[in-house]
């Protein structure tokens, strides 16, 4: 049976890493183009294509990211 | 087997059409709890993945009610039945390859596209590595340029998954260009 994804190089394991995932999540799979309608606090907002949204969360997180390895860099050289 | 529960700890529903099983939650997207949300989507595949090849819908798909639902898998019962007949017992495994940075300052064109075929080359090669690696196993190749290499999709059976992490994933190179490999994953590629 299958078991949960790993990511591997050079021969290291380790787990598979939140952008693998949300890479997935957001660019694999089957697409149902449309639009929809959401109320947040009374106002409605339309969203046209699914992912405006979580492109934009991707895009964050990668900075994210980024910004936390360089803290830990930072935070070694100390 | 599928979890009870989905996104925000939402009941996790379940329609048979057509012969095809399709789960779902009540959700309404936020920006606020995206990321949240997308792992606990991930999360609910996975665990269905477990058992059964799956078709996954990109996240977030989010229609207006149950009967649109059943539309939708109604209009695609043939060609969704036919996918997961064929992926039934498959898998996808994922090779990344990644250029390092361009090391000139490309001071002319010459050397720029010099610099450029050389890196050519080296993915052409390490591309080769993997294909050699991997071995016959591998039903179907798909391959996507990227901006910084490549992404390479191969097709196996479930039981090959962890021969083909093992095969690969201790595969290095001589030029600058890293390999590294994920999986299993529902074979969206392959769909």
Known sequence: MATDPIFVSAGKETD????????????????????????LAGVDLVYIGLNVVLTSVETALRHLEAGHRLGKESRGNR | MAPETAIRNAPLLEVEEEGLRAFYSEYVPSANSAREDALAFFNVNRAIFRDAAIIPFRFPTVLQSEDELVEHLIEHATQYATALQKLADYVQMEVRLVLGEAKSSAESGTAYMKEKQQRAKALAAADSAVRKAAGPEVTEWKFRETRDGMRCFALVERNHAAAFVQRVGKLTTKDDVKIAVTGPWPATEFV
């Open chain 1, 16 to 39: 598979v890493s939140l952008l693998d995932i949300l890479d997935h999540v957001l660019n694999a799979g089957v697409v149902i183009h449309g639009s929809i309608v959401i109320s």
